[in-house]
């Protein structure tokens, strides 16, 4: 059985920083890429941030390339997403997920999510 649980979620002010971690289990990490996707209110799930773990090469979504930092630990199966700067515009719910592959107008749909953390971002 695949599990993902992340956590770290919460609330921000804008310009403050808050990281996300994610253990998974049952899935082949060093297979496929993961990461991370969200969901802002209103709007449809984007691709964050994803890492293959085999070369630590990553993607990021655009709107976040400079203030978040996705990392992972090949050894203990986990994630992070560091995220600096956080905007108001950040405020989402926060998966992890298994594959992670998105591209600049479209996404595969991951086949396995987390159960969501809230980022709560401030003005």
């Known amino acids: 059985e695949v599990q993902l649980q992340a956590s770290g979620g919460g609330l921000v002010q804008a310009g403050g920083s808050l990281r996300l971690s994610c253990t998974i289990s049952?899935?082949?990490?060093?297979?496929?890429?993961i990461g991370w996707f969200r969901q802002a209110p209103g709007k449809e799930r984007e691709g964050v941030s994803c890492i293959t773990l085999t070369d630590n090469s990553t993607s990021y979504v655009d709107s976040v390339k400079g203030r978040f930092t996705i990392s992972s630990d090949s050894a203990k199966h986990t994630t992070d997403l560091q995220m600096n700067s956080l905007k108001p515009e950040d405020t989402a719910v926060y998966y992890c997920v298994a594959p992670c592959y998105f591209y600049s107008d479209y996404y595969y749909e991951p086949a396995y999510w987390g159960q969501g953390t809230l980022v709560t971002v401030s003005s």
């Open positions: 049952g899935f082949d990490v060093g297979a496929y890429p």
